[in-house]
């Protein structure tokens, strides 16, 4: 047995399925290659879910993170530290305003934060308790706790756990006609990811993160935009609203910020910055010394190395590149910097995941017919091109198995793109 198949064994024992089994266990990394217990290398396409944004073992974050552990590890509450400040300040200057910051340990945890501010924001609005209502997207994705899952547009993960707090109208994701109908006089809170990311990274059409801007200027409601994948450099701007140019109430960071350490942050932007008062809500680690050190790192690094730039000049290299694989299984191209998918002419995205981890890359299949890149944000132009030849080949061997297989199955006719199908899936 391989180390990765007797540690398999083991998992399978002792940890709860909630994840399967996974394919593969990795032991370390550097930069954006990774060895798995048994020492073989991959290059890592998918960053542990567009978390690891200096890749791994990124000297700013060893350092940061190295000298911030042997100083103060934990704090609590109870006390004020340098970092945490630090950090508010940095996260509130990127996102161009006065506001207040409250860390949370993730992502879920910042969207809950942002579900209590709305019950805040409806309460003030209405004392007797009556503007509670949310809306938020089919397809979207706000976390696992009750709270964040109340709010995530997939009803097989959220009706085995119902009753959930609410109620939530849920909207078609990318209809500004439809978001702006929802958001009433009711409404408390309307809560969007910039690009539905878990949904198979869907960027919405132009002008959509404005309309909600709009519909919830109208009527006095927050708009949410949860970052939690987006933010901290993924598009190749700090945060992916910023290229609609809006200004939203609220905004939930995780995942990236940390560059691997848990942390997130629910950035409560002007006067949403004060809904919550004292005792209204907490965390005993959030925002602690070690991981606002390491966020501090990861904004100081992307700064000083000039990462939103490369995001851009990298990604769209990644984009175009991947947009030229000839093959009848690729039908396109979708997201913006280093947070792409793969779109397939068919359901076989976890073929083709498998097929490129034999080859040496790790990605992940998003969806049925989607392959997810999110890669760490210091992917080289050379790293890039390696990416495109391997998964070039995962393909070409998906595409080939999958004929062979399709074709014996239905005849030699149902294979293939047809002629509707647009290579420039948005
Ligand atoms: C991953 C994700 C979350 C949940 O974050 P966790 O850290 O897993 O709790 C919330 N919103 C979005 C958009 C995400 O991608």
Not at 39 to 47: A, W
Request: glycine share 12%; hydrophobic share 45%; aromatic share 4%.
């Amino acid at each position: 047995m391989t180390a990765t198949e007797v540690l398999a064994a083991r998992w399978d024992q002792v940890m709860m399925p909630t994840y399967g089994t996974p394919p593969v266990a990795i032991a370390r990394g550097e930069g954006c290659r990774v060895w798995d217990s048994d020492g073989r290398e991959y290059l890592d396409l998918i960053g542990g879910i567009a978390v690891s944004a200096l890749g791994h073992a990124h000297p700013a974050l060893v350092s940061a993170v190295s000298r911030q552990v042997a100083t103060l590890a934990h704090s609590s509450n109870l006390a004020m530290h340098e970092p945490g400040v630090r950090l508010a300040e940095r996260l509130l200057a990127l996102l161009g305003g006065d506001g207040r910051v409250f860390f949370s340990n993730d992502g879920a945890e910042a969207n809950e934060a942002a579900f209590k501010l709305a019950r805040r924001h409806g309460r003030a609005f209405d004392p007797s308790g009556g503007r509670l209502e949310l809306v938020a997207a089919e397809g979207g994705f706000h976390g696992r706790t009750l709270g964040a899952l109340a709010l995530t547009g997939n009803p097989t993960k959220r009706e085995p756990f119902a009753p959930l707090p609410g109620p939530v109208t849920f909207v078609p994701y990318g209809d500004a006609a439809a978001v702006a109908a929802a958001v009433t006089s009711r409404t408390a809170a309307v809560f969007l990811e910039p690009t539905l990311g878990e949904g198979g990274v869907v960027p919405p059409p132009p002008g959509y993160l404005r309309a909600a801007r709009e519909a919830c200027d109208r009527t006095g409601a927050l708009l949410v935009v949860d970052e939690v994948q987006s933010g901290v450099g993924r598009t190749g701007l700090w945060f992916a609203h910023q290229a609609e140019g809006i200004r939203p109430d609220v905004v939930t960071l995780a995942k990236g910020l940390g560059g691997g350490m848990p942390i997130g942050a629910c950035v409560g932007l002007g006067p949403a910055g004060t809904l919550f008062a004292k005792g209204d809500h907490g965390s005993t680690f959030g925002g602690n010394p070690v991981s606002a050190a390491a966020a501090l790192a990861v904004l100081d690094t992307i700064e000083r190395d000039g990462l939103l730039e490369s995001v851009r000049t990298v990604g769209s290299r990644l984009a175009d590149a991947l947009r030229g694989i000839d093959s009848p299984l690729v039908r396109g191209v979708r997201g913006a910097g280093l947070w792409l998918a793969l779109v397939l002419a068919r359901p076989v995205a976890a073929e083709v995941e498998a097929a490129a981890r034999d080859a040496g890359l790790l990605v992940n299949a998003v969806q049925p017919d989607a392959v997810r890149l999110a890669p760490p944000l210091v992917l080289s132009a050379a790293e890039a091109d390696r990416a495109v030849e391997g998964l070039r080949a995962a393909v070409d061997e998906v595409e080939a198995a999958t004929t062979v297989a399709v074709a014996s199955a239905a005849g030699p006719r149902a294979s293939g793109r047809g002629p509707d199908q647009d290579k420039d899936v948005r």
